[in-house]
């Protein structure tokens, strides 16, 4: 109904626009329209999955951390856990960062080394029109 509402001002704000019977380009734009609205539903079903699995996650740590509460282990011991837990996740995430890096650069370096043998393959055809073969 928006979309149809849109139409008809568009229609209103050009009379050429109006005269003109709808054509594929009006097809087009109703698909890139439906895929854009389908495109921002799904976004927000990912993203209210996402906060549903991360109020789950939070549920259970709190619960955990209510059942260690109750046990004998002292608080200390809790929190040299939870430092080693955020030393082990800053090394992950600096050694994921590095391999994504080195990948970047080998995909760099193939793209740039096959646009170099296309360059080197279009120079020859040049030269070998030049001299008439």
């Known amino acids: 109904r928006r979309q149809s509402a849109e139409l008809k001002s568009q229609r ?3 009379p050429a626009v109006a005269a003109a019977p709808p054509a594929a380009d009006a097809a087009a734009s109703v698909s890139a329209a439906e895929e854009a609205a389908a495109v921002r ?3 927000g079903a990912r993203g209210m ?3 549903r ?3 789950e996650l939070r549920a259970q740590r709190e619960a955990a951390a209510s059942a260690s509460v109750g046990s004998s ?4 011991s809790s929190a040299a856990d939870a430092a080693k837990q955020a030393a082990a ?3 992950q995430s600096g050694a994921r960062g590095m391999m994504a890096r080195r990948q970047s650069a080998e995909l760099r370096a193939e793209r740039e080394a096959h646009r170099a043998a296309e360059e080197e393959a279009a120079a020859i055809k040049i030269q070998s029109g030049a001299r008439g073969m």
């Not at 282990?73 to 200390?76: K, L, R, Y």
């Open 53 to 55: 699995q991360s109020a």
């Open 41 to 43: 539903i799904q976004s």
């Open 73 to 76: 282990s002292p608080s200390a």
């Open 89 to 91: 996740i800053r090394i």
């Open 12 to 14: 209103e704000a050009c």
């Open 49 to 51: 999955m996402a906060r």
